[in-house]
């Protein structure tokens, strides 16, 4: 099992920045894709960004140019940096991870933090 714990979320004006961290704990294989994912209250969830083991990374069209994946093999770490923030940015964001294991990979979620933006 992995367990993912994610930090940094809060309340910032729109226009503000926040940095989202999570880490990775357990019993780890490989970390594969990681990355973030959003829910606002009465939406689905929904994808913000992913980051390959490589570094490539995909965003979703809302987000491109003022939010940034990135994340530390080593540490099993995965962040993101949001500037540039909107009121419609807010949401409960959660850390996703792939640990492949075996030639099998499984999905892990965090239980998610919360980002608010409001003046």
């Known amino acids: 099992q992995v367990q993912l714990m994610e930090s940094g979320g809060g309340l910032v004006q729109p226009g503000g920045s926040l940095r989202l961290s999570c880490a990775a704990s357990?019993?780890?294989?490989?970390?594969?894709?990681m990355g973030w994912y959003r829910q606002a209250p009465g939406k689905q969830r929904e994808l913000v960004a992913l980051?390959?083991?490589?570094?490539?990374?995909n965003y979703a069209d809302s987000v491109k140019g003022r939010f940034t994946i990135s994340r530390d093999n080593a540490k099993n770490t995965v962040d993101l940096q949001l500037n540039s923030l909107k009121p419609e940015d807010a949401a409960v964001y959660y850390c996703?991870?792939?640990?492949?294991?075996?030639?099998?990979?499984?999905?892990?979620w965090g239980q998610g933090t919360q980002v608010t933006v409001s003046s």
């Open positions: 996703n991870a792939d640990d492949m294991f075996g030639g099998r990979i499984a999905n892990y």
């Open positions: 357990g019993s780890i294989s490989v970390l594969t894709a």
């Open positions: 980051i390959d083991r490589s570094g490539n990374t």
